[in-house]
């Protein structure tokens, strides 16, 4: 048992095999929580009263979620674009934003923020079109906001894996990574315009694994899944390690906070040349905390 804010081992909570578990967002008003495997293309949506997973398939990869400001419609982030998605339909609506360079390059993570934009970093494409893996590399990743107005602006480049979009509770810092970099940085975020300035360098060169998706808690903690390193470390606001959440499997994803509480970190995986022995690798893990997180950002929705 670990001490602190986290009070129950990992369990595996839908052994869905994914071959790279990502995106995961808590659905309040559904009261389930949705992921991507951005390798089979897939969405998946964990109901809590039934314990029931559903899924949906796309054509392309499947690489981020994020809520919308209305229930009924959630942002997906494939590899070419940014699309608007009603789950009760299955409708799928135009891209509202789509990626130069695709499929030489794809999107990777994305999250709201505060203020309704949405936050999509990009990266060299390290997926084939059947789905199979291929190296990534180099520092083609570049990091967007999309406003609800329509307008695109650009606000880092030269980005190896594009990871970890996430601001602090008093909506002051903004938290950004890059995989390849062993490195999270933080900015000063400006609530009223949306504007990241006075890049500093948060958390790098940690030996374990490689920074991948990340959370923030109510009480200001940056949660980092580190893929490869078989763990996800609680930093404080001050960059500091706070403690280790060993996890039983290798490649550990993205995480958030979910739960009628938002007390339950919902954590995804990949399976991805795991070893025989990490059978759970690419399901979806719970572990019950002392701590809460946040409500998710929506994003406000044009387009429809």
């Known amino acids: 048992m670990i001490a602190g804010p986290v009070a129950s081992l990992p369990v595996c909570i839908a052994p869905t095999g994914d071959r790279c578990g990502e995106g995961a967002v808590w659905h309040a008003a559904h009261s389930a929580v949705y992921w991507t495997d951005i390798n089979r293309f897939l969405i998946h949506r964990l109901t ?31 590899g070419s674009s940014v699309i608007l998605w009603e789950p009760a339909s299955d409708t799928r609506h135009k891209p509202i934003f789509q990626l130069a360079g695709w499929p030489s390059v794809r999107l990777n993570d994305g999250r709201a923020d505060p203020r309704g934009s949405l936050w999509v970093g990009s990266m060299r494409n390290n997926v084939n079109p059947d789905g199979s893996s291929r190296e990534a590399g180099g520092k083609d990743g570049i990091l967007h906001r999309l406003d609800p107005d329509a307008g695109l602006s650009v ?11 996430v601001w602090s509770p008093d909506q002051r810092r903004f938290y950004f990574g890059d995989s390849l970099a062993n490195t999270i940085w933080s900015y000063d975020y400006d609530r009223d315009t949306g504007a990241i300035q006075n890049e500093a360098v948060f958390f790098a060169g940690f030996g374990r694994g490689l920074p991948d998706g990340s959370t923030v808690d109510a009480d200001g903690y940056l949660w980092n899944c580190r893929y490869d390193g078989g763990c996800i470390v609680r930093l404080s606001p001050d960059g500091k390690i706070d403690r280790v959440i060993e996890m039983p499997v290798r490649k550990i994803t993205t995480c958030t906070f979910g739960g009628a509480d938002l007390t339950t970190l919902f954590v995804t995986t ?35």
């Open 48 to 78: 809590l009263a039934d314990q029931c997973v559903r899924t949906w398939f796309f054509d392309e990869p499947v690489t981020g979620l994020t809520l919308t400001d209305r229930d009924d419609v959630l942002a997906v982030v494939l």
């Open 155 to 165: 606000h880092r480049r030269d980005i190896g894996i594009s990871n970890t979009l």
């Open 270 to 304: 990949a399976s991805v040349d795991a070893a025989p022995a990490e059978r759970l690798a690419g399901g979806l893990f719970g572990i019950q905390c002392e701590v809460s997180g946040q409500a998710e950002n929506r994003f406000r929705v044009f387009g429809l």
